[in-house]
């Protein structure tokens, strides 16, 4: 099994900043992708930034610019830099990753638990 778990949400005001981690543990061979989804209330779940497979990176065009996400393989955890945050970046944010336990078993999707980020206005 493969636990993810994320820190780093809060409130902040609009123009603020908040860095969001998360950290892979357990049983982990090789993660394939991971990276950052989030959730608002009405809406469907939406792929903020990630990593691929090939270690490149993909960012929602209403981050760009402003999010920032980078990993550290040594500790299998990714950070996700949030700047320029606005209220509609409001959501749960989850942490997502694609983990391969042993050779002999197929890729397994994880997520966290979520964490709240909160921008007033």
């Known amino acids: 099994q493969v636990q993810l778990v994320e820190s780093g949400g809060g409130l902040v005001q609009a123009g603020g900043s908040l860095r969001l981690s998360c950290a892979a543990s357990g049983i982990i061979f090789s993660i394939g992708t991971m990276g950052w989804y989030r959730q608002a209330p009405g809406k469907q779940r939406e792929l903020v930034a990630g990593?691929?497979?090939?270690?490149?990176?993909n960012y929602a065009d209403s981050v760009k610019g402003r999010f920032t996400i980078a990993r550290d393989n040594a500790k299998n955890t990714v950070y996700l830099q949030m700047n320029s945050l606005k209220p509609e970046d409001t959501a749960v944010y989850y942490c997502?990753?694609?983990?391969?336990?042993?050779?002999?078993?197929?890729?397994?999707?994880?997520w966290g638990q979520g964490t709240q980020v909160t921008v007033s206005s």
């Open positions: 990593f691929t497979s090939a270690g490149s990176t």
């Open positions: 997502n990753a694609v983990v391969l336990s042993d050779r002999s078993s197929p890729y397994n999707v994880y």
